[in-house]
């Protein structure tokens, strides 16, 4: 039965008092609008201004109001952006799909896609994941979603028809490698893990690689469990990447963190106005590494990825290489409301070992001076690691040795944008079959690329062909082994040809040097 205009300002004057002003206010009478003395507390008095304001909005206002769209987007979402930018309001889909992505799960399918205008390739599948179950692999095409043939719908229609694909059940019409005719499959979504270990193996002989997506609850476990793993032949290092990483679950951060420090070293202190000041310690977890530990960082390394960086950097226990980070430090606590909805609202910072604050200041906003109301201290010029060693002043994590991305030229950021080099591989292996693991392009099949770029009209300027000749044999190589073996051995090879990783790799004989010296710079 459909809500009239009268039901749903009845349902949002319910949920706007119960969700936001809190069961205090109900005691108090706070909903009870037809009292005979008005209400003279403050957050009562400012909700009937909101009420009033949108009762008169639906009474008078030219067109008919949708109350889901004013209350939410207007009233909630612009409440919270005059805040600061990470207060967020979270619809009842988002709301549960928060939930999901911090017990570290996703429905769906279990398949990482390629999706390009007219075509989806699977790139991979998750263990035991529906689309495994059902023997998708890497390399199958996508050519009809529930009857609906792929190259014949634009791309946002693509995109939109995935995305409500993803929670239902689908039928597939699925073209495998090197075969002409597609085979249907029946697939119904599963709650299905995502790891955020999504990168583990060694670099070279007794060289870790672990790259970190994110901190859920099962992080610290993940993280335990691939340094074993590569631990089966003896280890002389660890690079752990928080490259790209936003963070997540503080406490998964602080679990990661007691895998590498002694028990009961401070990983940082939370502080808030209506909080209590926290500290946040190690804890002796079930195995912990000594190993020599290169972190590597970038501008999107950011809230509890820093905490774990600034940790490590404050006790000389790792290296901190790339750029410098984010700066959000800042505690979103989430709180559910009615209507299976939440709100993410911040209300503490983080301060790190030594008291920086690890917020960057965001003028305009309630963080236009982060740290000063709830910790001078954390304003100073003067922090330094326990050996020492002085460490920037705060507003994300300064690298002790800085190592810049590589700088693509404007005609190889074209290609990737285009996704031309998935394209070129799905059409090589169609044509000449599968490769083993260990091939590596050579002259032959640059020659043939060059063709392939000829017949799509896109130019291959001298200038740029010449120097990038390392570059397009490493990106064809990855999306070979991509949709070969599947996204890790695609991910391995990629990693192990990048510049960045590859100096990160070179600083572990000069690890003493750099913990007990200046920040260096590269």
Known sequence: MKEDGSAKLKRWTKFVAYSLLGLAALTRGAVSFAQNSPPSDEVTVESLKFTQAYGAIQKNFAEPVDPDTVVLDGGIRGMLSALDPFCSFFDRDQFEMLKQQTRGEALGFGSILYVTPGKILVLQTAQNSPSARAGLGPG????????????????????????????HPVRLGVIHPGKYIAQDYNLK??????????????????????????????????????????AASPLDGLVLDLRDNHGGVVDAAIGVAS????????????????????????????????????????????????????????????????????????????????????????TAQY????????????????????????????????????????????????PDVEIPPPTLDPWVTFMNQTGIFTDFASEYLTVHGRLNSSFHPDAAMLDNFKDYLTRRGIRTPEEFWGNDQDYLKLKIKVELLSLVFGLSSGDEAETKGDPQVQSAASLFSKIPQILKGPVTKR
């Open 189 to 230: 979504p599963a709650e299905v893990a995502l790891p955020s270990v999504d990168k583990s193996f060694l670099l070279s002989p007794g060289i870790a690689y672990i790259h970190l997506s994110s901190f859920e609850e099962k992080t610290p476990q993940e993280v335990l469990d691939a340094v074993e793993k590569l």
């Open 259 to 346: 895998l590498f420090l002694k028990p009961d070293a401070l990983v940082m202190t939370m502080r808030g106005r209506a909080s209590p000041e926290k500290a946040y310690r190690t804890t002796a977890p079930p195995k912990q590494f000594d190993l020599p530990m290169i972190l590597l960082v970038n501008g999107d390394t950011a809230s509890a990825a820093e905490v774990l960086a600034a940790a490590l950097q404050e006790h000389d226990r790792a290296v901190i290489a790339g750029g410098p980070t984010y700066g959000k430090g800042v505690v979103q606590s989430v709180t559910p409301l009615s209507e299976d909805t939440g709100l993410a609202l911040t």
């Open 351 to 398: 301060f790190t070992p030594s008291g920086r604050s690890l917020q960057r200041p965001l003028p305009g906003t309630s963080l236009a001076s982060p740290g000063r109301e709830l910790d001078p201290a954390s304003t100073s010029n003067h922090f330094s690691t326990d050996d020492g060693r002085p460490l920037s002043p705060g507003g994300g994590i300064a």
């Open 140 to 167: 199958d095409e996508i050519v009809e979603i529930n009857g609906t043939r792929v190259s014949r719908v634009d791309f946002q229609t693509l995109v939109e028809l995935l995305r409500r694909s993803r929670s």
